[in-house]
């Protein structure tokens, strides 16, 4: 099994009620002033951070209120295998989401391989099947600094968010610099499956997302092809989170429900979670019952997104952390 995502799975914007067209149609769609502007102001970064972005430049989205004057909520958004950044952001509404949420919105773009498919080096299931080991931690962590030298971050509120081969790179980043984001969320992707490959130096508030009918990144985890490593259940990921997050064992499902893909008829996503995590941990999962691989998101998910993050910003004064 392959992520054919770029070539054989269409996608919808969901700020764009037209039918769905292919993953690589979207980036043309997507406005043009989803393009940081030209007079951005020049960043105060260190020669490291400054080095990874001129090699790989990427692409931000400010609010048209945005000022100086007060910190901003930042958004990183990591998109699936042989996607790329805009494609993802209009498939998830994002871009419209900028000026109606307030919100600083960073979208890089992963390696591209021999295929011409860009991937991300999350875990050893997903995505870097050549081996290249390039270091997707440190250069997305450099878009995170890069936003900050730039404009005012609000350092308790920056978010990731990845979708597939995105989710899986959301969960390392988690595991690899949770002293750097408040809140992760994983939209069809996994942890490592060797719990010791995941040592996060603090808890972080870490939501998944996965549709019960993916047959691309199985709900009940599988090996995704060739000799890669294989990846956890959507349960065991969550149960692994609820572990670093020292919340309670038990997972508890919400009596409400959500309708967020609107491919599915009714209320199709269960909310569950382990109760009970250390300050600012969480570890929570929206079970979408017959969703698969890429849901047909509702405005209703992109506000009950956006409350949960909001909701999951840092409050504690003090970092828990642990030795690595």
Do not use: K
């Not at 993802?88 to 390696?111: F, I, K, N």
């Not at 490592?192 to 985890?221: E, S, Y």
């Amino acid at each position: 099994m392959r992520f054919a995502l770029a070539v054989s799975i269409a996608l919808v914007a969901c700020d764009d009620p037209s039918p769905a067209v292919p993953v690589d149609a979207i980036a043309d769609a997507v406005p043009r002033d989803a393009v940081v502007s030209p007079d951005a102001p020049e960043p105060d970064a260190p020669a490291s951070v400054a080095a990874l972005i001129r090699a790989r430049p990427y692409t931000a989205r400010i609010p048209a209120a945005y000022t100086a004057e007060r910190p901003w909520p930042l958004l990183l958004l990591v998109h699936g295998y042989g996607a790329a950044g805009l494609a993802q952001a209009a498939y998830l509404g994002l871009t419209a989401s900028v000026d109606r949420r307030g919100v600083l919105l960073a979208v890089p773009d992963g390696t591209l391989d021999r295929t011409g498919r860009r991937f991300w080096n999350a875990t050893d299931a997903c995505c870097d099947d050549e081996r290249t080991g390039v270091d997707d931690v440190a250069y997305l962590t450099a878009v995170v600094d890069d936003m900050a030298a730039r404009y005012r971050v609000d350092p308790a509120r920056v978010f990731v968010l990845g979708h597939s081969n995105g989710g899986f790179m959301a969960h390392r980043l988690a595991c690899d610099r949770a002293d750097r984001f408040a809140a992760a969320v994983s939209i069809a992707g996994a942890t490592w499956a060797d719990p010791d490959r995941c040592t996060p130096t603090r808890t972080i508030a870490m939501l998944l997302m996965h549709g019960t009918a993916d047959d691309t990144v199985r709900w009940d985890g599988d090996l995704i092809g060739g000799d890669r490593g294989a990846y956890p259940s959507a349960r065991a990921s969550t149960a692994a989170w609820a572990r670093l997050n020292r919340c309670d064992e038990a997972f508890t499902d919400d009596p409400a429900r959500g309708d967020y893909d609107s491919s599915v008829s009714g209320a199709e996503t269960r909310i569950g979670r382990h109760e009970h995590c250390a300050a600012g941990g969480a570890a929570e999962l929206w079970a979408m019952e017959g969703s698969g691989h890429v849901p047909v998101f509702t405005e209703a998910w992109n506000d009950a997104l956006f409350a949960w993050l909001e909701a999951h910003a840092r409050r504690d004064a003090d970092p828990v952390v642990r030795d690595r």
